[in-house]
């Protein structure tokens, strides 16, 4: 036979010799899309783990979850070795709102993309001329209902299967290596492509080469609408669902054409959702233990048997199986002791809050959106920019348990990778831990509290009330009164009740310390005005002890950031007053302190020269109340003068900020207001 005769599988094995095509499983597909990826090395709550950069693409992508993802790539990575991973499906475990079917709908989408790529196309076969043989009707093309590879058929074409190999190693001249490899995920044809293939032998006498003139090969369709490779079956009430959703029904159509009843293809497998990604796809199965009984069974055999079973024919198939499930139905699920079989077959991992409040703003951004709001009148609708802080804040606040060992703004900051006075990420660690010990999950750390669909709720109700809409602007402050108003309508313990009330009156104070801040930067009209006296003190105090600190106090040291050399007048009644306003009377307090911030110093600028200090906020707030109540001379303090503007001074000074708030914080003429006006008060002063 010449290259020009070659049949369509000749071509096809050919091009998988030539690399050009590829023959491998769905875990091997998955591991290879997400290992070839960049990966790099983290630190969170104080475990070094990785971080999967693949996770991190496209405009809306996943943030967090590192310890969950981890546990997904080391289970893909496991099956696609050969490991007992292989025999079991993925289920994510966790409270509603907590980004599991994001990121299982991610995975499928991330999926699709690699899969489209021309050297990770998945190809199938179909049977042409069918009616030539004569028990078939008007039926003139048959597709493999599960999508099968064209190498499953190639090594499957002879009766004897000594003959499939040497039909590999001879014609195709694949190595012994390589056919080794490829038999390693050798599976038997489906029952109907067996069936079909036995009457082509019949019909051409056994003759390879005109059996092969039956044969077609198409590549695999990628619609994300019609299921293939990448499918979802979402749980049905108990009335609705059935097993043909997921396995296939007898087809009437089929019927109609087909004379010999015993003849498999009569079932129609592509009505149900597994046959449709049977070829190396990913089948995603939502809330898998809402399912009724009988068709979690299917699932075990599915999961087991890797077949799809009707009637005793059989249909290999190949494909990541990953669900998810709330806490609830789970653990109602596990009460029912005859279900322990489903259980053992699965990999649970059980999905965390984020608790991260610097990732938690980017998640927050996704729950406001990112398109221009507009008020109910059609007019443009300004974001606080202090709204996402206090958002963030408020609801990581609510998943994190309390613990006697640190305060919840410790717990807070310790989570983030921040500074929290003399505690340490060890300390968090250990406390988490100890938690994770627990048999109920949901005491475990970041498993309870409000999730993405609250806090999405709390944007609605803001945006929806009168004083956003009159006031053209979403103001942070009013986050507090949104986020109070979910836990009381849709938080239904009554202790949760009370922790996350307890946890927003925290959130509350922190959002008066950043006011606290940004009123001195609209004071000294400058961005960024507290950070260089933040960073003023912590460079006073590294050179106050220098050997070549002069009679008139003057330092010079070379900046960090810039790798400039400056000039800094070491002010020690300054030092003095921040350290008063933090408690510290002695000096062996003061020095205690001094050697901790020289200590984190030296730690984090070697790491990152633009670390600022402005995460330590028992620091900023003491430097901000210094400059605030001690250095504004001119009426006594700065909120007396904003709160009193009967005379033209004041008035003056009122103007002056609110035009730096409004031409250099982003603020607009609303919230800028309101938010002086919320300094002038006496609310949430801790």
Not at 10 to 38: C, T, Y
Not at 273 to 286: K, P, Q
Not at 648 to 658: A, C, F, G, P, S
């Amino acid at each position: 036979m010449t290259d020009t005769q070659k049949s369509a599988l000749h071509q096809h094995l050919f091009a998988v010799k030539d690399g050009g095509r590829r023959f491998e499983n769905a875990f091997k597909s998955v591991a290879r899309m997400i290992l070839d990826n960049e990966i790099e090395k983290v630190v969170v709550n104080g475990k070094t783990t990785y971080d999967f950069k693949i996770f991190r693409t496209g405009r809306k992508h996943i943030i967090g979850m590192y310890e969950e993802i981890n546990s997904f790539v080391s289970y893909v990575k496991d099956a696609a070795e050969g490991g007992s991973s292989m025999e079991m499906a993925y289920v994510l475990v966790g409270e509603p709102g907590n980004g599991k079917t994001f990121f299982v709908e991610f995975v499928c989408s991330q999926y699709r993309k690699f899969i489209s790529l021309p050297e990770n196309r998945r190809y199938t076969f179909r049977f042409k001329d069918i009616d030539k043989i004569g028990v078939y009707g008007g039926i003139k093309f048959i597709e493999s209902q599960t999508y099968e590879d064209p190498m499953i058929l190639a090594m499957n074409l002879f009766e004897y299967p000594d003959e499939n190999r040497t039909f590999l190693a001879e014609e195709i001249g694949f190595p012994d290596a390589d056919i080794e490899l490829f038999y390693r995920d050798y599976r038997p044809l489906g029952a109907c492509t067996s069936y079909i293939w036995n009457d082509i032998r019949s019909y051409t006498g056994g003759d390879m080469n005109k059996m092969l003139e039956f044969v077609e090969i198409l590549p695999i369709p990628l619609s994300e609408s019609l299921g293939t490779l990448t499918g979802k079956y979402p749980a049905k009430d108990k009335i609705t669902s059935s097993a043909v959703d997921l396995l296939g029904e007898e087809s009437i159509q089929r019927l109609l054409h087909i004379a010999d009843t015993n003849n498999p293809y009569r079932f129609d497998l592509r009505r149900g959702a597994l046959a449709r990604v049977a070829a190396g796809g990913i089948h995603f199965s939502d809330e898998i233990y809402k399912n009724k009984k009988d068709l979690v069974q299917v699932y075990l055999g599915v999961i087991q048997n890797r077949s799809i079973e009707i009637d005793g024919y059989k249909w290999p198939i190949d494909m990541l199986i990953i669900a998810t499930s709330n806490n609830s139905e789970f653990n109602r699920f596990l009460g029912e002791r005859e279900e322990a079989p489903i259980i053992d077959r699965c990999r649970i991992s059980y999905v965390s809050h984020n608790t991260n409040y610097k990732l938690q703003k980017q998640l927050t951004e996704y729950a406001v959106g990112n398109e221009a709001r507009s008020t109910l009148s059609g007019e443009s609708l300004h974001q606080d920019p202090n709204l996402n802080y206090a958002a963030s804040v408020a609801v990581v606040l609510t998943r994190l348990p309390r613990s006697e060992k640190v305060t919840p703004v410790e717990t807070m900051k310790l989570a983030a990778g921040e500074v929290a006075g003399e505690k340490s990420i060890k300390t968090l660690a250990e406390v988490i831990d100890v938690l994770n010990q627990n048999p109920d999950i949901t005491r475990r750390f970041g498993q309870k509290g409000l999730g993405q669909r609250n806090l999405g709720r709390s944007i609605q109700l803001l945006i929806e009330s009168s004083d956003t809409n009159e006031g053209r602007c979403m103001f942070a402050y009013d986050i507090f009164k949104a986020l109070e108003r979910v836990v009381l309508d849709y938080v239904n313990e009554a202790n949760d009740r009370v922790k996350y009330l307890e946890d927003l009156k925290i959130a509350k104070g922190l959002y008066r310390e950043r006011i606290m801040t940004e009123m001195f930067n609209a004071y000294m009209d400058e961005p960024y005005a507290i950070r260089k006296d933040v960073m003023n003190y912590v460079n006073m105090i590294i050179g106050v002890d220098a050997e070549n600190l002069g009679p008139d106090k003057m330092w010079k040291y070379k900046d960090p950031q810039t790798g400039e050399l400056k000039a800094l007048k070491i002010d020690e009644r300054y030092i003095k007053s921040v350290e008063e306003r933090l408690g510290l009377k002695t000096q062996e307090q003061r020095e205690t302190f001094r050697t901790s911030i020289r200590k984190i110093y030296g730690q984090k600028i070697s790491m990152d020269p633009n670390y600022d200090f402005m995460d330590n906020l028992e620091l900023v707030k003491a430097v901000t109340d210094v400059r605030l109540k001690s250095d504004i001379a001119g009426a006594g303090s700065l909120i007396g003068a904003l709160a009193n503007r009967t005379n033209e001074e004041n008035q003056k000074l009122y103007d002056r900020m609110v035009d730096t708030m409004l031409n250099k914080l982003n603020y607009c003429r609303t919230c800028a207001q309101k938010t002086i006006e919320y300094f002038c008060t006496q609310e949430d002063e801790k």
